[in-house]
């Protein structure tokens, strides 16, 4: 099943969504967004936390949106040739069994998601961090000391990320 979108994203919400694609959620996607935009990696935090104003005015949008063109337009170019070259090098008889086998990676991929957000959840919780639900199913999360660690609200998952990436954890 496809994920659903969030309703009423932030600017955040975008910033975070398109960095984990650019650079493939990796541990250090923020360290290379901010290297991409020509930032520092605190000024992404920053902006995810919400200490630092980013609105849908931001001029980062415009060059984040730039970055996610351009991988646009090479992943299409590289589809293209890949899928090419299958057809011209590959058995035909084989499709059923590639289907079988790519059904069973989107199940695969799907529960490691859920398991992942699930671990990020734990690991803050366990840090002390105290969930606080906002309107529409989002949370902000509080740390140990009661400060505010994530002032945007997001979805739970995205909030023990951005918890466990703020407090330097996981």
């Known amino acids: 099943m496809p994920k ?4 009423n994203k932030t ?14 959620n990796a541990e250090d996607w ?9 930032v520092r990696r605190d000024t992404i935090r920053d902006w995810r ?13 415009d060059r984040l949106l730039a970055l996610v063109t351009r991988r646009e337009a ?10 090419d070259w299958m057809r011209r090098n590959r058995d035909q008889g ?5 289907r079988a086998e ?21 690991l803050a919780k366990d840090h002390g961090a105290r969930f606080n639900e906002a309107p529409g199913g989002k949370y902000t999360v509080q740390g140990r000391d009661e400060q505010w660690v994530v002032n945007e609200p997001m979805s739970l998952a ?11 954890i996981g």
């Not at 090479?74 to 899928?83: G, N, Y």
């Not at 084989?94 to 590639?98: C, E, K, L, V």
């Not at 069973?104 to 859920?114: C, G, H, R, T, V």
């Open 49 to 61: 936390s919400g200490r630092m104003s980013f609105g849908p005015d931001h001029g980062a949008l």
């Open 30 to 38: 923020q360290a290379s967004l901010a290297i991409a935009l020509e």
């Open 11 to 24: 600017a955040a919400d975008i910033l975070t969504d398109a960095g984990r694609a650019l650079f493939d």
């Open 158 to 168: 995205d909030a023990a990320r951005a918890y466990c990436e703020e407090m330097d």
């Open 74 to 83: 090479e992943l299409r170019q590289a589809k293209k040739e890949m899928q």
């Open 4 to 7: 659903q979108p969030k309703p």
């Open 102 to 122: 790519g059904q069973a990676l989107d199940e695969y991929l799907q529960q490691y998601s859920k398991d992942l957000d699930d671990h990020f959840i734990q």
């Open 94 to 98: 084989a499709g059923a069994d590639r």
